[in-house]
């Protein structure tokens, strides 16, 4: 069985979307998602240097068109995976691969989550760091000595914690033993209390948005589990904002359903690269460009023909 990732905010860089533009059809769908989401994503996509795509308003839509081209150009081959799932707002992507939302409502409401967490974020300076080789209850006590969060397990030994700057800063100072802190260049504590804010907004954007029952497996990164139904995604994604994301679990679930391939829709790297630490020996194709999709296809069919 095949299973399609999406990847999360910071997987973008400066004009990654060029090559996907030269596909038929590309460019006037690209302005079509824009439309929906409010943002400029052909200029972000294009020509926009880091920081410009670094920001949430703009990252998060980029990242779901980026996947919503990539599905197109795979089409019914799409269709061959035995399951899909996204990481963060790569779930948004990966509801459109299961069929619960269109494109446009998928952008219309990834828009809002990004303005909502955007405002969220502005409120209070806090940020993120990358913590890699501790210990799981050693990094929790350290957590609460400094009162930070955990916002994203993503298996193979890393850990994504959040909060006040000067936590963060006091963390990589003094880390558990045996543990390397990275601090990520995010613009807020996304996944934990301090998004509070944004949680309400964004539920409302979701109450208004309509959506169809999964027509193949769709995990939640709320524990791992399968999403029984359109409406259950929406609560999903939107208790998500304040509440960890459960990758560790995502993939465990990929191994107990006899996963054999990955396949990370674009801009890839980040869930192939968690994939091989965390599913060792499970083949895995990362589409970055157009150039890679011939392989993804071939990984696809080779789990439909298992």
Request: negative net charge; proline residues 6%; hydrophobic residues 50%.
């Amino acid at each position: 069985m095949i299973v399609i990732v999406a990847p999360g905010q910071g997987s973008q860089k400066p004009g990654f979307l060029s090559p996907w533009l030269d596909l038929p059809g590309a460019p006037d769908r690209l302005r079509s998602l824009s439309d929906a989401a409010g943002v400029d994503l052909v200029e972000h996509g294009t020509v926009s240097d880091a920081d410009t795509i670094r920001d949430t308003l703009i990252a998060q839509p980029l990242i779901v068109a980026a996947g919503i081209l990539t599905l197109d150009a795979l089409g019914d081959r799409a269709g061959l995976a035995g399951g899909v799932a996204g990481h963060s707002v790569g779930e948004i992507t990966a509801a459109v691969a299961a069929g619960v939302l269109t494109a446009e409502d998928a952008m219309a409401l990834v828009g809002e989550r990004a303005r909502a967490m955007a405002d969220a974020a502005a409120a209070t300076p806090t940020g993120m760091a990358a913590v890699i080789g501790a210990d799981e209850s050693a990094l929790e006590a350290r957590l609460a000595e400094l009162d930070l969060q955990p916002a994203n397990y993503n298996g193979g030994g890393q850990i994504v914690v959040a909060g006040a700057l000067d936590a963060l800063a006091a963390l990589a100072d003094a880390p558990p033993e045996r543990a390397r802190v990275i601090p990520l260049q995010t613009a807020g504590a996304f996944h934990t209390d301090f998004m509070a804010p944004a949680v309400e907004r964004f539920r409302s954007k979701a109450a208004q948005t309509p959506t169809a029952d999964p027509t193949t497996t769709l995990w939640t990164n709320r524990d791992g589990s399968v999403v029984a139904s359109g409406s259950a995604f929406l609560d999903l994604v939107v208790g998500q904002v304040s509440t960890p994301v459960r990758w560790d679990r995502c993939m465990t679930a990929f191994q107990d359903a006899g996963v054999t391939g990955i396949v990370e829709l674009a801009p890839a790297g980040a869930l192939t690269g968690l994939a091989k630490r965390g599913l060792r020996g499970v083949p895995s194709v990362g589409i970055t460009s157009p150039d890679d999709l011939e392989a993804a296809v071939e990984l696809l069919e080779s789990g439909a023909s298992a």
